[in-house]
């Protein structure tokens, strides 16, 4: 893969953020493989995010970030500079499902998430043997119903003892405590098997079933502290009708759910989700 560094910013919309950044980094020699820019107009935010091809600088990450750094105050910029040779350290979770684990691993595997998955933890030891076939550490951490705060403890211990840049409910079907939401906000990834706000909490395809509805989906978001409810990255659909069961409807599920799972998570890895309240921007 080439080598790229991604510049991603969000600042108050004006007039000339895209030529002054442009014109910034054409004057450091920098060739700009792909751009991308939105405009909210109700809320006069502006978003970019640039990839930019790392040889054609000359200089380092770090180099280009205290280059950048006057340009980024003058227009009041929250920002970051990530090269894309440091990859990101991701911990999966997962409960007993096993379809969106055993699919991250396949597209992991296969080169096509560019990441380094440091360990699964789960509260049930169902996906050992799986988990260690593909040579990664897997930890079995259960949550007591009388004491949750302690088997929290353990999970956070973990995935700060992987230094891990992102973390991933594959599945796991444990509610995390606030504490841990807001320790690792926006880094918290979540399948949620229903096209959200529609029919959330329990048995989601079982409550469509009953309501007789022809499109049934999934739902990839940021985990906050409200269940459900933070920002989204993907989402998608499938074609239902008056003949499926709803053994047929979790089984089309599962398919959307994984497609769903994936794409949210390469996108968070190629920093093309910027977070902006309750919502996203996403340069998919």
Sequence with gaps: MSHHYRLVVSCPDQVGIVARVSSFIAQQGGSITEASQHSDLETGRFFMRYEILADS???????????????AEA?????SLVDTQKRRRVVLMVSRESHCLVD???RWQAGELDCDIVGVISNHEDMRSLTEWYGIPYHYIPVDATNKQASFDKVQAQIDGARADCVVLARYMQILPPALCERYVGRVINIHHSFLPSFAGAKPYHQAYERGVKLIGATCHYVTEELDAGPIIEQDIHRVSHCHTPTDLVRFGRDVEKAVLARGLRWHLEDRVLIHGNKTVVFS
Excluded at 75 to 79: L, R
């Design 57 to 71: 600088l000359g200089m380092s990450a770090e180099a280009l970030r205290s280059a950048f750094e006057p340009v």
């Design 75 to 79: 227009f009041n910029m929250q920002w």
């Design 104 to 106: 991250l691993l396949y």
